[in-house]
C-alpha cells in the first residue's frame, strides 16, 4: 500500500503570501550599522532573512552568480530561482548585487568574494519585500504597501 503524500504550504494563496511578505520586518531582528557622520543604516541581517525564505519559498536556489573584480573591487551579481509557498505558485527570479573593497591580505579575494556573494543575496531578498527590509531607510513606515488587505464576507456580518 502507497502512502498519499499531502502538500502543505505556508500561506493559503498568493493575496495571503503579498499580505505577509508586506509586513514590516520584527523590530527585534532589526540591526543598526554606523556609516559615520552621525548617520546609521538599519537592516535584517542576512540569517534572518535565509531563515525567513525559509517560509515564504518552498525553493530558493542559486541560478546565477557573476564574480567581477573592479575598480579595486569585488563585485558579486548573483539571481536567485524562488518558488513562493502557496499553491499553484511559479517561480519567480530575483537578482542582488553585492561588493567589497579588496584589501592588501594576500587572501582577500578569497574573503571577500562570499563575502560580495552574501551581499548580493541579502540585496535580492531585500528588494523583494518588506519583510525582508525593503523599507528601512526610507521616509515612510517600514510596512508602507500599496497591497491592500480585502475584507472577508464573514467581516461584513
Known sequence: MEKETIEVYKFA?????????????????VK?????????????????QEALSDIFFRECDLMDNVL????NQIIVRIKLSVLPNYPNSEHRIISGIGAKM????KNSLEY?????????????LTNF??????NLNRDFSDGFTFVKKTKKKEDEK
Do not use: M
Not at 543598526?32 to 534572518?48: A, D, Q, T, W
Not at 571577500?112 to 535580492?124: D, E, I, R
Not at 519585500?129 to 525593503?134: L, T
Open 112 to 124: 571577500g568574494a562570499p563575502a560580495s556573494q552574501s551581499a548580493a543575496k541579502s540585496n535580492a
Open 102 to 105: 579588496i584589501t592588501g591580505a
Open 32 to 48: 543598526s550599522r554606523s556609516l559615520g557622520s552621525g548617520k546609521s543604516s538599519r537592516y535584517v541581517p542576512l540569517g534572518i
Open 13 to 29: 494563496n498568493r493575496q495571503e503570501w503579498l499580505e505577509a511578505l508586506q509586513e514590516a520586518p520584527n523590530p527585534s531582528t
Open 68 to 71: 567581477e573584480v573592479y575598480n
Open 129 to 134: 519585500g518588506n519583510i525582508f527590509g525593503r
